[in-house]
């Protein structure tokens, strides 16, 4: 600068947007000289077109650096969840709810049909699979349809979509706060954290990664809706929030979500422009040639204009009325499994749900010992542990909240995490499990943003050598993503998982059924009983776990304990139709066919619109030479499902007994048109057209 233009130490900031990543850049240079006191009585003249000169230069050099570290940044983040899940495409199927989400549902087997797609949309699976997701199960019909029953298919559609919030959660962070090695820090933990495996390599969580990846995407649009006006922003945030709750109603707490980023760090409380809070750290050199991390300023928040607050307010009221539809639907579609575990008091269940929280954080932290599986203490819980937890829940709350002018991130961070927690924390108990990992899907990102946050805060304020911060959260990533590549490799086979959980969890009657039952399948009866009978130790009054071992005992050979214990889950549900069939497949077995009948019978007033049970009723009357009504009982059958080839068999045998050959072989006929694959049928037709010459 000329002499005649100089002046005193003055700031000078410009605020610009990255193209590439839409976040807001503020820059900072300082000016030395003498003369002017403030940088307001630098108005004109050669000296503010040098200082323009300047800034144009900084800036255009800032946005080819920042734009080059951007793209690093998401090569990283994607090259971290391929690292840790890639594995997955080689999996198989998890024994457990991974059937009824692929291969052995007909609807989602048989792809993208019509039929399926009324299937989706209706309100039975609220009754089949406890949830109403319509556009989950659109996506695995579409998986489906490309790969089949390939369960790398299904694998690999979890993987991407888990890439893809990882991306998302980065363009968020960066778009708000304008910082992207701490974006980037935020997503890469998002990526590879412990906790996310089980909604990665479940294929039945298809649900927590497609509804999640919806709703990272309203976060994105709501954002640019907020830093540019667009209209049209605003719209598709409220499009694809709507498409979120279509997929699964974990994020119904989203509005509150939308407030608290508002308050940071977009802080649109103020009724001033929204600004970066906290300005990224520079970096200085020492004589040694070290770099430190040096701070900027403080994090502030001005004070609140509630007018601007209730403003706010109205413009959650849209994303606000969805929230409380699909809560609704929700309550609908859970009811039988709240019911399940209605015999938890409340007390129990808000005693649990501190625990909970203060467990969620330990393994967030230091996520060890992790399980598919954590039972519910249900009346066993210990209060003392969980007044203490809630205690604690109370003073980090209290901390937050009063640190929210300094550090608000904090606040922001800590109610998060509780925020989108409360829908599955257990206040309303859905289900049988304590917790579960894939409830931090979404919830564990508050803690990482507090926790980044404020590490990045204090480095700065305590003029930390960036190398020394780099090399921190390096490690960190490090070790957590060895960690998830150990816990993601245990989904590759059922036994290797149950096994895993078993080893890291007490009195877990359902991982026990879970292995029993797989044995079983395998053929291995022995070691199969040995499971069943642990499991029943735990869990005596399970109607569903008792019929089962019941069950297995008839495959091993011990029918008399088998008797009893499909009785006994009788005698728990006698509603139960599994029990009733498995006893009656025993007593038949035993020649005991009055006692076969009757319970075949039992299950057919519990099941009437099932043609198999009125065949097997058939088929007992017939070995009692009761062929009238064994015949009245499969016209019934036809009559009601037409296309039921073994109704139509069963009746030609019918026929064929009582000497009227000629509506048996017309009988034998249609079975065939409707199977062609009915041995029982082809033979039956034979037979007939033997004797008829």
């Known amino acids: 600068m000329t002499g005649s233009h100089s002046v005193s130490l003055c700031h000078v900031s410009v605020m610009t947007f990255d193209e590439a990543t839409g976040s807001r850049i503020e820059y900072h240079d300082m000016l030395r000289g003498t003369g002017a006191t403030a940088p307001d009585r630098i108005s004109s003249g050669p000296m503010v077109a040098e200082v323009k000169n300047m800034v144009i230069s900084e800036e255009s050099n800032n946005e080819s650096a920042m734009s080059k570290r951007h793209w690093t940044f998401v090569g990283a983040i994607v090259g971290l969840c391929l690292i840790v899940y890639g594995q997955t495409i080689f999996f198989g199927f998890i024994t457990y709810d991974d059937p009824e989400y692929s291969y052995a549902n007909e609807y989602i087997r048989n792809g993208l049909s019509l039929e399926s797609l009324r299937w989706a949309v209706s309100l039975d699976t609220t009754t089949s699979h406890s949830n109403w997701i319509p556009l989950t199960f659109l996506s695995l019909m579409m998986d489906a349809e490309l790969f089949g029953n390939r369960a790398a298919g299904y694998h690999l559609t979890n993987v991407v979509l888990h890439v893809g919030n990882s991306l998302l959660l980065f363009f968020v962070f960066c778009r708000m706060t304008g910082r992207q090695t701490e974006s980037a820090i935020v997503a890469c933990l998002f990526a590879v954290h412990p906790l996310h495996v089980e909604s990665v390599a479940w294929v039945t969580e298809r649900k927590d990664v497609l509804s999640t990846f919806l709703g990272f995407a309203t976060l994105l649009y709501y954002v640019r809706w907020v830093q540019t006006r667009i209209r049209w922003n605003y719209v598709v945030a409220l499009v694809t929030f709507l498409l979120s709750l279509l997929a ?35 970096t200085k050199m020492l004589e040694g040639g070290e770099d430190i991390m040096v701070a900027d300023n ?10 601007v607050v209730a403003g706010r307010l109205l413009e959650k009221v849209p994303f606000l009325t969805l929230s409380m539809l699909f809560s609704a639907t929700v309550y609908i579609a859970q009811r039988d499994a709240m019911d399940s575990m209605n015999s938890v008091s409340a007390t129990s269940r808000i005693a649990n749900a501190g625990i909970a929280v203060v467990l969620y954080v330990k393994r967030t932290v230091w996520p060890a010992g992790l399980g598919m599986h954590y039972p519910h203490p249900a009346e066993n819980v210990s209060l003392e542990a969980a007044c203490l937890c809630w205690l604690l829940i109370a003073v980090v709350s209290i901390v937050a909240v009063l640190q929210v002018r300094r550090r608000p991130w904090l606040a922001v961070g800590w109610f998060w995490f509780l925020g989108t927690l409360i829908p599955v924390i257990g206040l309303v108990q859905v289900g049988d499990q304590q917790m579960a990992d894939r409830y931090m899907y979404v919830p564990q990102t508050g803690l990482v943003l507090a926790i980044v946050w404020t590490v990045w805060s204090h480095a700065s304020t305590n003029r930390w050598p960036a190398r020394r911060v780099k090399l921190l959260w390096t490690t960190v990533v490090f070790a957590l993503s060895c960690t998830a590549i150990l816990q993601t490799a245990l989904w590759r086979d059922s036994r290797l998982l149950y096994e895993h959980t078993l080893e890291h969890t007490q009195n877990n009657a359902k991982v026990l059924h879970l292995m029993a039952t797989l044995l079983s399948e395998r053929g291995q009866w022995e070691e199969s009983v040995m499971y069943f009978e642990r499991a029943v130790g735990h869990d005596f009054q399970n109607p569903t776990l008792a019929a089962s071992f019941g069950a297995t005992l008839a495959q091993a050979g011990r029918h008399e304990e088998a008797r009893r214990m499909l009785l006994r889950a009788i005698e728990l549900q006698p509603d139960h139709v599994n029990a009733r069939t498995d006893l009656a497949s025993l007593e038949e077995m035993r020649g005991n066919l009055d006692a076969a009948l009757e319970h075949v019978r039992a299950a057919l007033l519990l099941d009437s619109d099932s043609p198999d049970l009125n065949v097997w009723i058939a088929r007992l009357l017939m070995q009692q030479g009761e062929f009238s009504e064994a015949e009245q009982i499969l016209r019934h059958s036809v009559g009601r499902v037409p296309t039921h080839a073994q109704s139509w068999a069963y009746l030609g045998f019918v026929l064929l007994e009582t000497d009227r050959r000629a509506e048996a072989i017309k009988c034998f006929e249609i079975s065939i048109r409707n199977d062609p694959t009915d041995d029982l049928a082809r033979s039956g037709l034979l037979q007939a057209r033997a004797e008829d010459r």
Do not use: E, H, Y
């Open 248 to 282: 699964k109603q974990t994020l119904v707490t989203l509005p509150f979500l939308l407030l608290l980023l508002d308050l940071w760090p977009l802080c649109r409380f103020t009724g001033k422009s929204a600004t970066v809070t906290m300005l990224p750290p520079k």
């Open 298 to 307: 403080r994090a502030t928040t001005r004070g609140m204009d509630w007018s």
